[in-house]
């Protein structure tokens, strides 16, 4: 344990934040007797994988947990390969270990950063792909009972960027495990953007896997050069009669048909198109090349991150009429609080 460690390192945006207690937790019998004593406690605790999907808006009045617990297993079936993972394996690493096993299925999903145990709790997703389509259950601890639940992938109730995990079970579910299936028999998944050029019978998973690799390095920024935490607002889900309204004043604007009458609206074009891409608040700025990502440009305070953000909320809000959520978790002192 160690008194007032900065997290710096540990939040994928680079903001300069401390906490007053870190422990690493290497075994899943360490992570979850940690985390239910603090649960129990009622002491402020943040469980922490690789941290790039978090903005710290303060410094945090409690002990950050890092999940570090490492295990892959695999087994099969006839026609399915199965994976059982530890939560604090790597996410890419993953994908990679996967490709040099001749397991295919995970490669649309390559250079996401962070650990497998956050991957479910936002049914991390790209290129046509989320992790619910190859999640076959989910292990967590129920730190106000200690007892270690497996949910199907059904009952996780996954959507895009959604799960149980940010619902009914927020607060208490540490996830401790993952299982995965995959056929043995790979059904590629090429329906995405650059993925339609490599519409070939003879491309493989490694053509897929360099592809997404490629497009993701020219597109989002690294965050070990430049701070960030990915998309900082979801792609807004809208009802068909507002996005044909808004086709008729906007005739280039991005939208994607969902099921139920509904339209997923291109968050990036919304704020390209308002006109704020390289637009800076202190140190962060609307990335000049991908406006969904906001960037630590210039050593960027949470204020200047938070200000950025409702700024571009509210200039979205006004030109469309509609209201962009984060998509990242805002950690407060104490907690996790909205924008
Ligand atoms: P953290 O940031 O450490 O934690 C996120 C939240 O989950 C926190 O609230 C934390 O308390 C909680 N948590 C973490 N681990 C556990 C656990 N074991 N049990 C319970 N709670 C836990 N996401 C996508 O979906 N698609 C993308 O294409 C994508 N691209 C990205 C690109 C970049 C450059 C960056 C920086 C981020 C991107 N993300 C993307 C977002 C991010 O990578 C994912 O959300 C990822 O799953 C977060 O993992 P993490 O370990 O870093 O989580
Ligand atoms: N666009 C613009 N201007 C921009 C950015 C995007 O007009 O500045 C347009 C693009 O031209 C394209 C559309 O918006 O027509 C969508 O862009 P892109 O394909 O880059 O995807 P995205 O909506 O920006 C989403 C996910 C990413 C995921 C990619 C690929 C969300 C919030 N983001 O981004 O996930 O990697 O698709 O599937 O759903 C993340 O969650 O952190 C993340 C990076």
């Excluded at 200690?146 to 940010?166: Q, T, V």
Aim: with cysteine.
């Amino acid at each position: 344990m160690t008194d007032n460690f900065s997290l710096k390192s540990h939040n994928t945006f680079g903001l300069e934040h401390k906490c007053r207690a870190l422990m690493n937790a290497k075994t899943t019998e360490e992570l979850c007797s940690i985390c239910i004593e603090l649960y129990a406690s009622n002491q402020p605790m943040l469980i922490l994988g690789g941290g790039s999907n978090i903005i710290l808006c303060d410094d945090f009045a409690g002990t950050v947990v890092v999940v570090e617990t490492k295990g892959i297993e695999v087994s099969s079936t006839e026609s399915y390969h199965l994976l059982s993972v530890e939560a604090g394996e790597d996410w890419h690493e993953l994908v990679c270990f996967c490709l040099s096993q001749g397991i295919a299925g995970f490669e649309n999903l390559a250079l996401i950063p962070g650990k497998v145990g956050a991957a479910p709790i936002q049914n991390i997703g790209a290129y046509g792909v989320e992790i619910k389509d190859i999640c076959e259950w989910v292990e967590y601890c129920d730190l106000s009972t200690g007892k270690h639940i497996r949910l199907s992938a059904n009952e996780c109730n996954f959507s895009y960027r959604e799960s149980i995990f940010k619902q009914q079970l927020l607060g208490r579910a540490l996830i401790t495990k993952v299982g995965f299936k995959v056929p043995k028999i790979w059904q590629p998944k090429l329906d995405y953007g650059p993925l339609r050029a490599l519409k070939d019978p003879a491309v493989t998973p490694k053509d897929v896997f360099e592809c997404i690799c490629a497009t993701r390095m020219s597109k989002l920024p690294d965050p070990a050069k430049v701070g960030n935490a990915g998309s900082f607002f979801k792609n807004p889900v809208i009802s068909n009669e507002l996005y044909l309204s808004l086709t008729t004043k906007f005739p280039n604007i991005v939208g994607y048909p969902q099921d139920a009458g509904k339209t997923k609206v291109a968050a990036g074009w919304l704020i390209e198109a308002a006109g704020l891409k390289g637009f800076q608040v202190g140190g962060a700025a609307v990335h000049a090349d991908q406006a969904l990502v906001l960037i630590n440009k210039n050593s960027a305070t949470s204020e200047d991150v938070l200000n950025l953000a409702r700024h571009v909320v509210d200039c979205i809000d006004k030109q469309f009429g509609i209201r962009l959520q984060p998509e990242p978790r805002m950690i407060a002192a104490t907690g996790e609080r909205s924008l």
